[in-house]
């Protein structure tokens, strides 16, 4: 199974970005998937998780902002992020978390699969 992380990109504060993940594979519907991102010298953090039958968590500072969804007939996950600002700039990663499932979808060595990255970059 691979994950093929797009849609990044350069956009000003306020401004939406919506980034996609394909999944490889059969049993995309099954896998529970993440988002994480990276900012330049800090840990990895938590952004949203979708379970395999839709239930999302996101982490507070993007709650109202960002919207996770999935379509398992397209194997992807979607994230879409409106009012961005500039602390939302990152490598944005999406991971699958295979069954059986973690207890805790909000720490990354929970997810076996990993995408490459897309850089989100949002100016004042």
């Known amino acids: 199974v691979q994950l093929q992380a797009s849609g990044g990109g350069l956009v000003q504060a306020g401004g939406s970005l919506r980034l996609s993940c394909a999944a490889s594979?059969?049993?995309?519907?099954?896998?529970?998937m993440g988002w994480f991102r990276q900012a330049p010298g800090k840990e990895r953090e938590f952004v949203a998780t979708?379970?395999?039958?839709?239930?999302?968590n996101y982490i507070n500072s993007v709650k109202g902002r960002f919207t996770l969804s999935r379509d398992n007939a397209k194997n992807t996950v979607y994230l879409q992020m409106n009012s961005l600002k500039p602390e939302d700039t990152a490598v944005y990663y999406c991971?699958?978390?295979?069954?059986?499932?973690?207890?805790?979808?909000?720490?990354?060595?929970?997810?076996?699969?990993w995408g490459q990255g897309t850089q989100v970059t949002v100016s004042s």
């Open positions: 594979g059969r049993t995309f519907s099954s896998y529970a």
């Open positions: 979708i379970s395999a039958n839709g239930r999302t």
């Open positions: 991971a699958a978390d295979r069954p059986p499932y973690s207890d805790n979808p909000y720490r990354p060595p929970e997810y076996d699969i």
